[in-house]
């Protein structure tokens, strides 16, 4: 099992998770974040940092946002990894619950 960045984090990217991750299995895009379901050891240390809860268990993704499952393996395999908190954008705040994001996505 391990750890799924949802569509919560599309265009929020709050990076409060990153600095807890024992095994650096976090990945950054231009506009989220996803974790390496290869690297994660499901510690569970990122859910709770996570400000708006974009980050569950692989268990407990909604029927919904099971695409995201998929989506964090194979952007994990193209995206650099981060391990320092960075600034979140600008404009996050404004995208906190905001459905039907995953249009927005960037790659």
Partial sequence: MTFVVTEDCIKC?????????????????????VIDPDECIDCTLCEPECP?????SEDD?????????????????????????KEAPEDADDWVGKPDKLKLLER
């Fill in 13 to 33: 990217k709050y990076t409060d998770c990153v600095e807890v991750c024992p095994v650096d299995c976090f990945h950054e895009g231009p506009n989220f974040l």
């Fill in 61 to 85: 993704v909604p029927e919904n946002q099971q695409q995201f499952i998929q989506l964090n393996a194979e952007l994990s395999q193209e995206w650099p990894v981060i391990t320092v908190q």
């Fill in 52 to 56: 708006i809860e974009a980050i569950m």
